[in-house]
C-alpha cells in the first residue's frame, strides 16, 4: 500500500434519490467488508437528492468513523464518482451502486483478485432485470466503445476497481454514465493494466433504474460521442493514446 493511502479500498457509493435503499446498502457494504477482514473507507455521494438521502447518509456516518459523506447538487453518475474519488484515501477505488445491498460473493471477485491490475472489470454472468430494450443496448454499446475506441472489454458499463493514483491522474469531461468509457480508455492510453473478471448482477431492490430511461439513453450516447469527439480532438493534437485493443 502506496504511503499515502490509509486504507487498502475506498468503496464510493453514489446516491441519488435512494431513501429506500441506501440504509441497507451501506450497511450491508460495512458488514460484508468485515467478515471478509478488509479495513476499508466507505465515501457516500449524495447527488443532489431531493428526498431524505442526504439526511440518512449523514446518520451512518454519526456511527462509523470510516464513513466519509460528500453532499453535492446533481452531477450525474460521473460527477458523483469523481467526487468521492477527490475524497478517497484508498489504494483502490470501487465505486458502489446505492441501489445494490451486498454480499460476500458480490465483493470477494473484487477482493480476491486485488492488486492483480490496475484496474479490474467486473463483467456480468447476466444482466438482472433488463428489458428488451435495455438488453438490445447492453448487446450495442460496448460494440459502438470498440468502433469509437477500440477499447475490446466485455462489460464496459458495470462495477470496475480502479487504483486510486491512477484515477486521480487523468482528466475527465463526462459527468453522466459515458465517463464510465472516459475512465476506461484514459487509463488505457496511459498504460494501465487490466484484468477482467466475474461477477453477479442482482436486481434492484426497489425503484426504476436511471438506465431503463430513454432520456438517460440518449443523453448516453450524446456524451459517449461527444467523448470521442474530445479524445480525437486530443489525438490530433499530438496525444500518444494506443488504440490497440485490449486482449
Keep these: 500500500m502506496s504511503a499515502a493511502a490509509a486504507f487498502p479500498l475506498t468503496v464510493i457509493v453514489p446516491a441519488y434519490n435512494e431513501e429506500a435503499l441506501l440504509d441497507g446498502t451501506v450497511r450491508s457494504l460495512r458488514n460484508t467488508l468485515a467478515t471478509l477482514g478488509l479495513d476499508a ?43 468521492g474519488a477527490a475524497q478517497a484515501r484508498g489504494e483502490y477505488l470501487l465505486p458502489w451502486p446505492a441501489d445494490m445491498p451486498v454480499n460476500r460473493e458480490d465483493l470477494r471477485p473484487f477482493i480476491d483478485h486485488l492488486g492483480q491490475a490496475d484496474v479490474l472489470v ?46 486521480q491522474a487523468i482528466p ?34 426497489g425503484g426504476v433504474a436511471s438506465a431503463a430511461r430513454l432520456r438517460i439513453m440518449w443523453r448516453t450516447l450524446v456524451g459517449l460521442l461527444a467523448f470521442h469527439r474530445t479524445w480525437t480532438r486530443e489525438r490530433a493534437a499530438g496525444g500518444r493514446a494506443a488504440v490497440s485493443p485490449l486482449a
Design 41 to 83: 473507507e466507505i465515501v457516500i455521494v449524495n447527488d443532489g437528492s431531493r428526498d431524505r438521502t442526504g439526511l440518512i447518509a449523514d446518520a451512518l456516518a454519526r456511527t462509523d468513523s470510516s464513513l466519509v459523506v460528500c453532499h453535492q447538487q446533481n452531477q450525474g453518475l460521473g460527477g458523483a464518482i469523481r467526487r
Design 122 to 167: 467486473g463483467c456480468r454472468r447476466r444482466r438482472a432485470g433488463y428489458n428488451v430494450l435495455m438488453r438490445f443496448n447492453s448487446w450495442l454499446y460496448p460494440r459502438l466503445v470498440v468502433a469509437l475506441f477500440g477499447l475490446r472489454l466485455r462489460d464496459v458499463n458495470w462495477i470496475h476497481l480502479y487504483r486510486r493514483d491512477h484515477f
Design 172 to 205: 475527465l469531461t463526462q459527468r453522466g454514465i459515458p465517463m464510465l468509457v472516459e475512465i476506461l480508455v484514459r487509463l488505457r492510453d496511459r498504460g494501465a493494466t487490466f484484468l477482467e473478471i466475474e461477477v453477479e448482477m442482482k436486481p434492484r431492490a
